[in-house]
Structure formats: structure tokens, C-alpha cells
């Protein structure tokens, strides 16, 4: 068999449908299409990678190289389903920055992640919660968070972003968004500032580069 012809078997066995496999690993249907029949016989390495695990078999299958369709025998070693999240732009880890909405980038991560879209951090004002310039902060929606939490905020009238916890005093009408590097200083809002700031929601998580 053809690599081709292991991706469109894999694929088969396991229920899904070009498109629905297309749209997980991020081509178009046509270059799909062009994988199973061998059009486009240069696949790259992270596309194997990607079908592997949805699929639930090893690359190594994939590629020809074993019989085998076991992905590993390690216990602690899971399969991987895949979802695209949408890509809006940057956000800032230090002062506000323009928030760019760009609908045509995605990023594909775990469909276990329970968030609406991702931003691209910059800076170094969040390192001590782990988030570092260039990390994918995964954002679920909500107009409010918890004291304490960290979020993605919309200051001076839509046009800056940052990332920092936030902590509201409600006796007080006193925003704070608080920096976890002791570099920066917190940012406060109150009275009718507060009506520049408007939260895009919670970062419950992010995904780092190995270095």
C-alpha cells in the first residue's frame, strides 16, 4: 500500500469523513484528496503526525514502515484528538497592545481544550504565571472572572489588549489588572474608566514551545 492509500484505509476505519479530516489537520479537502491518491506523495511530517493521532494508529504505519497500526505500549502515553482554534491576533504581557482579529489563522491543539478562541502573547509581564513571549493563550468567553484569575482585557475604548489577573473591589468600583512580574506595575480603573474596559474572557490555558 501506498502512504496514500493508508491515509484514505485510517481514515475509513475510523469513521471520518475527508472533510471532517481536512478540517482537523488543517488543509483543504482537495489536498486531502490529493494525500489518498498520491498526487501529492511529499506529505509533510507534522500532517503524518496529525492523522496518526486522530486516527489512532502510529505514523510509523502511515509511513509503511510497520504493520503495526499500535501508536506505543507505554501507559502514560495518550492519543490526541485535535480541534482548530481561531487565532485573534496578539495580546499583550506588558502594556496594551492593539488586539488584531484575524479570522484566517488557526491553531490546532486539543479538542479538550474548553476555550472560544487563542491570542498570541508578547511581552514578559506574566512569566511568573508560566506565560512567555510567544506562548498561545487559550481564551473562553465570558464578560466577567473571578478575583484572582487571569484575563484577556479590552482597555481604552477597543483599542489595546493585555493579559493580567484580574480583581475587582465592588465597594470601591475598583478594577485592578495585575501584572505576575514585579517589573510592572498594576493598572487601576475606576469611576468612568471603567467603561474603557471590557474583558474578552478567561485564559484557561496555554501552550508553550519547548526550549
Keep these: 500500500m501506498t502512504i496514500g492509500e493508508r491515509i484514505k484505509a485510517v481514515r475509513d476505519k475510523a469513521g471520518i469523513s475527508q472533510v471532517e479530516l481536512a478540517d482537523k489537520i488543517d ?52 492519543p490526541i484528538e485535535l480541534k482548530r482554534f481561531p487565532m485573534l491576533g496578539e495580546i499583550a504581557c506588558g502594556e496594551p497592545r492593539y488586539a488584531d482579529e484575524d479570522r484566517e489563522s488557526y491553531v490546532l491543539a486539543g479538542a479538550d481544550i474548553k476555550a472560544d478562541f487563542c491570542l498570541r502573547a508578547k511581552g514578559d509581564s506574566m512569566i511568573n504565571a508560566r506565560i512567555c513571549d510567544g506562548d498561545i493563550v487559550f481564551i473562553r468567553k465570558q464578560d466577567m472572572v473571578e478575583d484572582g484569575e487571569i484575563a484577556a482585557v479590552i482597555v481604552n475604548n477597543d483599542n489595546e489588549a493585555t493579559l493580567k489577573r484580574l480583581f475587582y473591589y465592588r465597594d470601591q468600583a475598583l478594577l485592578v489588572l495585575r501584572p505576575e512580574n514585579p517589573a510592572y506595575e498594576e493598572q487601576r480603573y475606576s469611576g468612568e474608566q471603567l467603561n474603557e474596559v471590557h474583558i474578552l474572557g478567561k485564559a484557561i490555558a496555554f501552550q508553550s514551545d519547548v526550549k
Aim: charged share 15%; proline share 4%; net charge neutral.
Design 27 to 78: 488543509v483543504s479537502k482537495q489536498t486531502l484528496y490529493k494525500y489518498e491518491n498520491n498526487i501529492i506523495t511529499n506529505i509533510p511530517s507534522n500532517k503524518i503526525e496529525a492523522i496518526a493521532t486522530i486516527t489512532h494508529v502510529s505514523p510509523a504505519f502511515i509511513m509503511g514502515w510497520t504493520d503495526s497500526t499500535e501508536t506505543n505500549s507505554m501507559k502514560n502515553i495518550f
